[in-house]
Each structure stands twice: as C-alpha cells, then as structure tokens.
C-alpha cells in the first residue's frame, strides 16, 4: 500500500559527495518525520538526520557539517546531500518515513530497501 524506494548511493572517493533520494508512494494521506539511518557491518542502525513535516532538522554528531537533509513535500521525497565523505561513513543507508495512509489514517513507520554507500580512502 506504501512504498519507500531510495537511490543516489554509490561507490567515491573520500572527501568526495553524493545525494540520496527516497520517495514514497501509494495511499499516501501525510507523512509526518523523514529520517534516514544507516548501519555499517557488525554495528548497530544509526540515526544520520531527520526533517520533521515543519521542517525542523537534527544530525547525529557524525554528520553535523557534512551532510544535510531536506525534504520535498509536494514529490513525497527526502534528500540527503552527502559532503566530504569518510570511509566511516560506509554503510547501507535507509530512509523511514511516519505516514498516516489513506485505509487506517492511523501514523505507521515505513523503511526503504536501502541504498549501499561505500566511501574509499
């Protein structure tokens, strides 16, 4: 009934950038947060950032000044703009989103697939 598909992950270079993109789509009434998280080998998912529906943003510690997030209300869509990449940051990043739908118009957490991020040094 609702759909998150990411994209814009990728192999670089460290120091290098990339943009994610997750969208979502079917029976969409409104979607509250967009977060994206990412999990490395052998560690725990990680909250990156989040954008809440007034817009309002917060970074992990990780990510503060490097990355920024965004969000396109009209297109149902989140970015993460991605600067000066580490090889830290490597991972499979996911995309959730709180949507209400249009069957139970009740909030439900929805995750995307997941995108592969590798940063080489």
């Known amino acids: 009934q609702v759909q998150l598909v990411e994209s814009g992950g990728g192999l670089v270079q460290a120091g290098g950038s990339l943009r994610l993109s997750c969208v979502a789509s079917?029976?969409?009434?409104?979607?509250?947060?967009m977060e994206w998280y990412r999990q490395a080998p052998g560690k725990q998912r990680e909250l990156v950032a989040g954008?809440?529906?007034?817009?309002?943003?917060n970074y992990a510690d990780s990510a503060k000044g490097r990355f920024t997030i965004s969000r396109d209300n009209a297109k149902n869509t989140v970015y993460l703009q991605m600067n000066s990449l580490k090889p830290e940051d490597t991972a499979v990043y996911y995309c959730?989103?709180?949507?209400?739908?249009?069957?139970?118009?009740?909030?439900?957490?929805?995750w995307g697939q997941g995108t592969q991020v590798t940063v080489s040094s």
């Open positions: 079917g029976r969409i009434f409104s979607i509250n947060a």
């Open positions: 959730r989103f709180k949507i209400r739908d249009t069957v139970s118009l009740v909030y439900k957490d929805y």
């Open positions: 954008v809440s529906s007034g817009g309002s943003t």
